[in-house]
């Protein structure tokens, strides 16, 4: 951990030696985000090659799992993918925001890399005469902490290299205030140094806080960065990778089986002088002769098969995803399972997502009084109401409401059509016209079933036609 500037002196290593774990722990689950699982697992995925390793004319490829993404994504869809509701009182200014700035889509990244990293990112600029939110990477992400508390952040600073890695950037950000430097840099064969300082400026953010806003995934009294979600199913992926991986080469191996029997059933070919099968020719065999037949092999493959399906359990129970989250119905028997049922699948999952949610609640809020803050009114608070991600089940829905208004309506039939036909007013007053003719149609002595007609009038009036 960082707990000042001095590893930005001239003579200083780059990156500082206590944050090189944590920056390869980043380029790893980049990695392993990105589908490029044969690099991170590259030990473990060599025990294919030691357990089969005399299948050398087998071309195989690892079978790539790729969880760790679905996962970073599936928690990101329940967070955000039903789009929360947020209020304020200076309606036009949280709109402004919302004009310029892509926020929803912006905190969708920044809870993917809460995810995958541990810790995302929200950077507040001034674009024009508006803020701006965006998300930055944690990878260039160096956070100054005070020696008497290991979560109070002094300064975050960013650091990356710039024009082809001969010089270094960096953004130390204070509270209302940026200071930004280039460093000149220097490569050895041991590593790169920070050089000489070559330029320097302190510019007022115009923010009361920090222009960097941390939303960290699991954080503990001895932490000042959040734990990853992927640290703990690695070893778990990358043995089903392998268990797999072996499974599907000896499959290979054994996809085109040999053939056994006596030798008068070869011929020698006339042009190349090489013994080759008469397939397809009648053999007459004596009866001490071995039969012709094909090499049959019976791989006993299904402990592999009940080990991978135990791993699989393991990696639902120990990633907090569960099975139905991804689509595994198998312990349903065929049945769908209704709205409540569902909820109930998704126990694990909804609290894992809603320790992001308390994280992100307050410093999403944070965000956007910060970027009013560049631009227009000043937000005094916001409001964030959060819906769970998960689909609606109508019928059930319906069901509830008629055993609490004891079966009164509780919709009218334009709402029903405007809501789950997504009808307009012209295209609904249609419907309901036709609705109407039908009605009148079918039963001329009632009224329309939207008039407000007397019945002793509607006869009169069908009389008179």
Request: hydrophobic share 35%; aromatic share 8%; proline share 5%.
């Amino acid at each position: 951990m960082l707990i000042n500037l001095d590893w930005l002196k001239e003579g200083e290593p780059f990156p500082p030696k206590s944050e090189k774990e944590r920056l390869k722990r980043y380029q790893e689950n980049r990695l392993l985000f990105e589908a490029e699982h044969v690099q991170v697992y590259r030990e473990q995925l060599k025990r294919i090659e030691r357990v089969i390793g005399n299948f050398d004319d087998i071309v195989s490829y690892p079978i790539v799992i790729n969880f760790q993404k679905l996962m970073s994504l599936k928690i990101a869809d329940l967070l955000l993918g039903e789009p929360p509701t947020i209020t304020s009182l200076e309606k036009d200014s949280l709109k402004s925001i919302f004009d310029n700035n892509d926020v929803l889509n912006t905190a969708y990244q920044c809870v993917v890399d809460i995810s995958r990293y541990g810790d995302g990112l929200f950077l507040i600029t001034k674009q024009g005469d508006h803020g701006s939110i965006g998300v930055t990477q944690p990878s260039i992400w160096f956070p100054v902490i005070s020696p008497d508390n290991v979560q109070e952040v002094t300064y975050h600073v960013l650091a990356w290299t710039i024009e082809s890695d001969t010089k270094l950037k960096v953004q130390i950000h204070s509270k209302g205030f940026c200071d930004n430097r280039v460093y000149e840099i220097n490569k050895f064969a041991y590593g790169t140094i920070i050089g000489k300082l070559i330029s320097s400026e302190t510019v007022a953010t115009g923010l009361t806080d920090f222009a960097v806003v941390q939303v960290s995934n699991v954080l503990t009294s001895d932490r000042c960065t959040g734990i990853d979600d992927y640290g703990d199913i690695d070893s778990i992926v990358a043995d089903i990778m392998v268990r797999v991986g072996q499974i599907d080469r000896i499959l290979d191996k054994h996809a085109n089986p040999s053939m056994q029997g006596p030798e008068t059933v070869m011929e020698r070919d006339p042009v190349s002088g090489d013994w080759r099968l008469k397939v397809g020719s009648y053999f007459a065999r004596d009866p001490a002769d071995v039969e012709v037949s094909y090499i049959t092999w019976n791989g006993q493959l299904d402990a592999n098969f009940k080990q991978i399906e135990r791993l699989m359990n393991l990696l639902y129970s120990t990633s907090e995803m569960g099975s139905a989250l991804f689509g595994d119905m198998s312990t349903m028997t065929g049945q769908v399972p209704s709205g409540s049922a569902l909820k109930r699948l998704m126990i694990s999952p909804l609290a894992k997502v809603n320790r992001v949610r308390m994280r992100l609640d307050p410093l999403l809020k944070k965000t956007l009084i910060l970027c009013s803050q560049l631009g227009g009114k000043v937000l005094e608070s916001v409001s964030i109401t959060w819906q769970d991600g998960l689909p609606g089940d109508p019928k059930e829905e319906a069901e509830i409401m008629q055993i609490r208004t004891n079966f009164k309506p509780t919709m009218s039939q334009y709402r029903a059509l405007k809501t789950y036909d997504m009808m307009d007013a012209e295209s609904i007053e249609e419907e309901m016209g036709s609705i109407s003719d039908e009605e009148m149609a079918n039963n001329p002595l009632k009224p329309p079933p939207f008039s407000t007609t007397p019945v002793s009038e509607a006869i009169d009036e069908t009389v008179a036609k």
